[in-house]
């Protein structure tokens, strides 16, 4: 549900984000740059689940990391509940962390493999300086294991001892550890078998019910995307080329469409997982002229080929495209 009690009912806003990166000069070559998000504009309502979903290399997880100041932008703005994320000093910025937290696809690249679970869970409290006494501690513990459903005998074990599904529910119990209220979660399943996913899935829609939070959730999977979120982003080769207002809003553009063969289903059993997706996705460093999809669009016309298409303004359902689908 959105959350209607707030003047503004986005939680994030960026508008024209750009990050530029640079390959590093070969002998003889020139250095080239290629701009991994290009002017998105992306806003992420409170209390909502707002999907964003392109195949590898569009430029999702950049667009997390710029979301949340990990990495600079080249250009273009992050304001984080009406704060403008590039005019925050260090501190500032440390403070404000306390509200947005990441969950990465591999628990492993977040947790320290030194770390026992209750080390891994007790960190961010330490570095964000709160001084709790050994109760406090045990009981903060306890609470974040019943939170995301982790047996409380396994505050010992390291990472290698846990199954993939465990080590993940460890990364959502050290994102909540701050008690945040807005997550970017990186392809939280993808590493996870597919029994696995939908017990993930489960409980993230069970947490973001209960502790009301914001998510931005990135998949290359569409059909995990529109069982999961109220709105989808899709991206193209570092841009926003539709904007779905609901997941039952049914895609225009061909790229959309041609996602939408991969389909999400929680019970295994039922579940479909084809990918149909034909031709070369082109070479970001060197992007030709038009529509970036239009050497792998069967609608591609001559003015696809020489003009790109900009996002719509004027409906919720925005999209970049010649020659939308019916
Ligand atoms: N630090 C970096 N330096 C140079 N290029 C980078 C860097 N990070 C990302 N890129 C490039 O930017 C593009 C977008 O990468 P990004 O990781 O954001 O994509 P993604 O959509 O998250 O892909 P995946 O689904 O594989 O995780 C890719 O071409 C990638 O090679
Ligand atoms: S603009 Fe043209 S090439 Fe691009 S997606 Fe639309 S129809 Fe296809
Ligand atoms: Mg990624």
Redesign the pocket.
């Known amino acids: 549900m959105t959350d209607t009690s707030h003047p503004n009912p986005n939680l994030v806003e960026a508008r024209a984000l750009t ?1 530029v ?3 590093r000069a070969s002998l003889f070559g020139k250095r080239r740059s ?1 701009a ?2 290009s002017s998105v504009d992306l806003d992420v309502p409170r209390g909502q689940v707002t999907g964003v979903v ?12 710029l979301v949340l100041r990990l ?1 600079e932008a080249s250009s273009g703005s992050v304001h984080f509940d009406g704060t403008d994320l590039a005019s925050l000093p260090a501190s500032g910025l440390r403070t404000l962390r306390r509200r947005m937290q990441m969950v990465f ?1 591999d628990p492993y690249a977040s947790i320290d493999p030194r770390y026992t679970v209750r080390t891994a869970l007790l960190e961010p409290l330490r570095v964000q300086g709160m001084r709790l006494d050994t109760q406090a501690q045990a009981t903060r513990l306890a609470a974040l294991m019943d939170m995301v459903g982790l047996n409380p005998a396994l505050a010992g074990s390291y990472p290698h001892q846990l199954s993939g599904g465990q080590k993940q529910r460890v990364g959502i119990a050290r994102a909540l550890a701050l008690e945040p209220d807005f997550l970017v979660l ?2 939280p399943t ?1 590493s996870l078998d597919v029994s696995i996913q939908a017990q993930i899935i489960a409980l993230l829609e069970k947490l973001q019910q209960e502790l009301g939070l914001t998510y931005l959730f ?1 998949s ?1 999977d569409l059909g995990l995307v529109r069982y999961f979120c109220n709105r989808i982003v899709v ?1 193209y080769l ?1 841009r926003v080329v539709e904007i779905l207002p609901t997941a039952q809003t049914a895609p225009r553009h061909p790229y959309t469409r041609a996602l939408m063969d991969s389909t999400f289903e929680p019970d295994p059993q039922q579940r479909r997982v084809v990918t149909l997706l034909h031709g070369e996705i082109p070479d ?1 460093f060197h992007l030709p002229e038009g529509c970036a999809y239009a050497a792998r669009c069967p609608n591609a016309s001559a003015r696809c080929r020489s003009e790109q298409p900009e996002l719509t303004q004027d409906s919720p359902h925005r999209l970049a495209c010649h020659h939308p689908l019916d």
């Open positions: 990050r990166f640079s390959s290629m991994a998000v392109g195949e590898s290399g569009c430029g999702k997880s950049t667009l997390a990391r990495i696809q990186d392809e993808a990135i290359h991206m570092g970001a």
